[in-house]
């Protein structure tokens, strides 16, 4: 007796990657099996990174599975194949198949072929991004096609992707989704001129890049500049090495002169009355950066001295959002001087073409997690050539790593870190990737 359902999209093993640079990765991947042996379950599956608030992402399907056991495909309609692109492992029985994420291009008896023109569309497959409490299937323009591939876009809600498959019978069922997931507005390359003119006096102004940083990638930032927060009319009694003009001007103000501060340090002061123990270069924290949407603002790190070129070096990782800048001074229309800061990673990787070796490049794992004091870093096959641990908001921290047996394992000591939420950074032969962990 042929074995019908109303409801059909479940249990198929799925593989998740998250890409976002070339070698620079923030990775996971695991299978959702279709052979589940509780058939009443309709099984749902949630990525462990989340998706940025209002970050919009590119999320690529491929794959094929079929709903009913191999013996059910004896007089398919349609045109099936032969077998699935990827083999569900839990399940030894397997042949036909008729489905992907968004087409039926085959049934697998006549009696459910009466009126089907194929392929047609079915909306089985369902996301959600709200940790499960609405669920969909997303929108593509991506036509039928024998790759079996399809592209959706989805905005992030600060939960992880979540997938599931409505078929609560799916004891038979067999093939794998792979799931590539891939930040829409990522920018391999950010530059940013803050003008700390402003006519607006009681207002902290404040610049906001265009293109959003890749959640979880290492950035490079460079900010070059000199700047004044003072009209030129005050350096008439300074103290310190004033330079006689800034590096860049601010097109707004036709006002220049006498310089004394960049990103890093006040190297001068404009008056003698000001200057009263003061003993420059000092460090400033006049200028402020945010990487969460403005949620939070930090004065960034950095290893470089005082030097006149007035450049300094940051490594900032991003959570999704474009970098906004800002000048904590709030009167600010006599000031004059731009600060250009230049932000750089990996570029993004354009697609995932071979899976099985972005299968090989994700075998690497970290656990427990969360911990209090270690964690275990496995790389299977892969060579750990070097580890570092950064904070969200990108500062280094010295961490204890201790090599067991060769070089595909190791143990990461974090026992004196502060608790909270953490970035490591794992450099292997083949790529560099990113994975969060909790010190609790």
Not at 3 to 24: D, P, V, Y
Not at 364 to 386: F, Q, R, V
């Amino acid at each position: 007796m042929m074995k019908r359902k109303k409801q059909l999209l479940n249990g198929i093993a799925m593989s998740f990657s998250i890409l976002l640079a070339e070698t620079l990765t923030a990775q996971v991947q695991f299978d959702f099996d279709a052979h589940n042996s509780n058939n009443s379950l309709i099984e749902e599956v949630f990525d462990t990174n989340p998706l940025a608030v209002n970050g919009a992402y590119y999320v690529e399907v491929t794959g094929t599975y079929s709903v009913w056991t191999s013996s059910f495909w004896s007089s398919p309609c349609g045109v099936p194949e032969n077998s699935p692109m990827w083999i569900s492992p839990g399940n030894p029985d397997y042949g036909k198949v008729g489905f992907d994420s968004e087409y039926i291009f085959a049934l697998p008896t006549f009696s459910a072929c009466s009126g089907k023109t194929f392929p047609y569309k079915t909306s089985r497959i369902e996301f959600s991004v709200d940790g499960g409490a609405t669920w969909f299937h997303p929108s593509t323009s991506t036509a039928y096609n024998t790759n079996h591939t399809y592209t959706y876009e989805v905005i992030g809600k600060g939960f992880g992707l979540g997938v599931r498959h409505l078929s609560p019978h799916n004891s038979d069922d067999y093939g794998i989704l792979k799931f590539s997931i891939t930040q829409k507005n990522f920018t391999c390359n950010a530059s940013l001129d803050f003008d700390t003119y402003n006519t607006t006096d009681t207002i902290i102004d404040t610049i906001t890049d265009n293109d959003s940083l890749a959640l979880g990638a290492t950035y490079s930032m460079n900010v070059e500049g000199t700047f004044s927060a003072w009209a030129s009319s005050f350096w008439t009694a300074p103290c310190g090495t004033t330079e006689s003009s800034e590096m860049y001007d601010s097109p707004g103000n036709p006002d220049s002169g006498d310089v004394g501060s960049d990103m890093e340090f006040d190297f001068a002061f404009p008056e003698s009355t000001r200057c009263a123990g003061q003993n420059p270069p000092e460090y400033s924290n006049r200028i402020e950066i945010s990487l969460d949407n403005g949620a939070t603002w930090i004065n960034p790190t950095t290893t470089d001295s005082y030097n006149l070129g007035h450049s300094y070096d940051y490594t900032v990782v991003g959570q999704g959002y474009p970098l906004k800048v800002r000048h904590n001074s709030a009167f600010n229309s006599d000031d004059y001087g731009i600060l250009k800061f230049n932000l750089s990673t990996l570029c993004p990787r354009k697609k995932a073409t071979n899976i099985s070796e972005v299968k090989s490049k994700t075998e690497i794992k970290l656990y427990p997690n969360p911990t209090d004091k270690i964690a275990i870093i496995e790389g299977h096959k892969n060579k750990l050539l070097a580890v570092k641990v950064f904070t969200l908001n990108g500062q280094e921290h010295k961490v204890n790593l201790t090599q067991v047996g060769d070089q595909s394992r190791v143990i990461l000591d974090i026992s004196h870190l502060a608790m909270g939420t953490y970035i490591v950074q794992i450099q292997t032969a083949e790529q560099m990737l990113t994975k969060k962990i909790i010190k609790k």
